[in-house]
């Protein structure tokens, strides 16, 4: 294969936002002849903070000349002790060495057309995405990334993501008002989804995908008596099920705010990771699944209208997730070897912020006590609920429901010690964000 050298990688860059904030600045940017190796050092003060970087080129924009990036997923393949898209601890001097022989491949740039963007971002402020792993083998240091292009390999095509690490979204919530439940969405329950504003007080991270039976055994939490859909081929990548709320977080000195007990699987995934995982509220869930204000009422998550009235096949809801037994977008990608399984998560599409499975599939536990009357707390954890002290809320539907139930605003509950075959849970982690 011709041998391509990319010439002329010179820029500093230096990005900070007031005195507080880490500060970094480039101080070079080399090409090697010979194995075409790009190393980038910088200095870094004011830490922690997290790490990343961006390769720009001259580009032509509406006719003036600009910075473009080469994009997210041309930004990959650097050697193992490279301090890039994690987390730095202290103030210092650090390199970068990418290859881009490997993820962007034939292509030249003149000398002086092209620069490194590095920049670090406060620990209340961290990039779109982190993956975390969940094997020591993996150097055990989370993953941050500005957004989903970056993702080695891609969110679907890295099996790792929904097996061996958990990759989660920010949600950009903090103080945004929004309209929680509906008016307009067929089969609401008017009295339990009364619409009103809410304000969420903090961002937050939510998983891509609902946690899967591998994940959940690599955190080394008891599977659950009774566990369904596990046949060989099928359990790696199929949302974990038929799970409490109490296998999730219960604490032996109560509830929230108290965190998980130490035997549940949030108690050992806090104790893995070092991070405060933990259910999402209801708020939380139902923002993060209709994607802020973005997604209008009447509608399913991705922003495509709710196109029945009765409880029948709905094209839209099909493209998103597992209901009444559907296939997928692509049938290779789903389980249809046993009558009722679940599906491998990511099977079917995205919501418009990226997120899967949040429509069917798997009921998922929150943290809040069940109230009928939502509006009661204006999306914030529900801590004084009447109706039980061991009823909490489940959102999202399942693959067995009533398409109705598996509506943006479509709510339900349990006894905390109750599991069932299509109860289940994503992830939240609120560590660090302000």
């Known amino acids: 294969m011709k041998k391509e050298i990319?010439?002329?990688?010179?820029?500093?860059a230096a990005l900070a936002l007031c005195a507080a904030d880490p500060v970094v600045s480039v101080t070079s940017m080399t090409q090697d002849a010979d194995t075409r190796a790009v190393t980038i050092s910088y200095t870094l003060a004011n830490t922690p903070a997290v790490v990343t970087l961006d390769i720009q080129t001259n580009a032509v924009v509406d006719g003036v000349e600009t910075w473009a990036s080469i994009g997210g997923a041309h930004i990959q393949n650097f050697d193992p002790d490279s301090v890039v898209f994690k987390k730095v601890a202290a103030d210092g001097d650090y390199t970068i060495v990418w290859h881009p022989d490997?993820?962007?491949?034939?292509?030249?740039?003149?000398?002086?057309?092209?620069?490194?963007?590095v920049t670090a971002w406060a620990m209340d402020d961290t990039p779109d995405y982190m993956a975390v792993p969940l094997l020591a083998s993996y150097g055990g240091e989370t993953e941050y990334y500005p957004d989903e292009t970056y993702l080695p390999q891609g969110i679907l095509g890295n099996v790792r993501y929904r097996t061996s690490m958990l990759v989660m979204r920010r949600i950009h919530a903090r103080n945004v008002p929004w309209t929680m439940g509906t008016v307009m969405e067929p089969g609401r329950n008017a009295s339990k989804e009364f619409p009103h504003t809410a304000m969420l007080t903090n961002d937050y991270y939510i998983g891509?995908?609902?946690?899967?039976q591998t994940q959940w055994s690599l955190v080394g939490a008891n599977y659950p008596y009774g566990n369904t859909f596990t046949n060989e081929g099928a359990r790696a990548m199929r949302p974990m099920n038929h799970i409490s709320r109490g296998n999730c977080r219960y604490n032996s000195k109560g509830d929230w705010p108290n965190p998980p007990g130490g035997s549940t699987f949030l108690g050992k995934l806090r104790s893995l990771t070092k991070l405060d995982f933990d259910l999402p509220t209801e708020g939380e869930w139902e923002f993060a699944c209709r994607a802020g204000g973005a997604i209008h009422d009447g509608c399913w998550n991705d922003g495509s209208g709710i196109l029945v009235t009765t409880d029948a096949e709905?094209?839209?809801l099909n493209r998103l997730g597992r209901n009444k037994y559907n296939g997928g977008l692509n049938n290779s990608d789903v389980l249809v070897d046993e009558d009722g399984a679940t599906a491998i998560v990511g099977s079917y599409a995205p919501n418009a912020w990226g997120l899967y499975d949040m429509h069917g599939n798997v009921?998922?536990?929150?943290?809040?006590?069940h109230s009928t009357d939502i509006s009661a707390y204006g999306g914030l954890i529900c801590t004084n609920c009447t109706l039980s002290s061991t009823e909490f809320s489940l959102r999202g539907g399942c693959g067995a429901t009533a398409l109705f139930n598996n509506r943006v605003s479509g709510r339900s509950s349990s006894p905390s010690n109750t599991s069932n075959p299509w109860y289940g849970v994503r992830v939240v982690c609120r560590a660090g964000l302000k």
């Open 6 to 12: 990319w010439m002329g990688c010179w820029l500093v």
């Open 314 to 316: 709905d094209a839209n």
């Open 102 to 117: 490997r993820s962007w491949p034939d292509n030249i740039v003149a000398d002086g057309g092209a620069r490194a963007v």
């Open 363 to 369: 009921w998922e536990w929150c943290l809040d006590w």
């Open 208 to 212: 891509v995908f609902p946690i899967t």
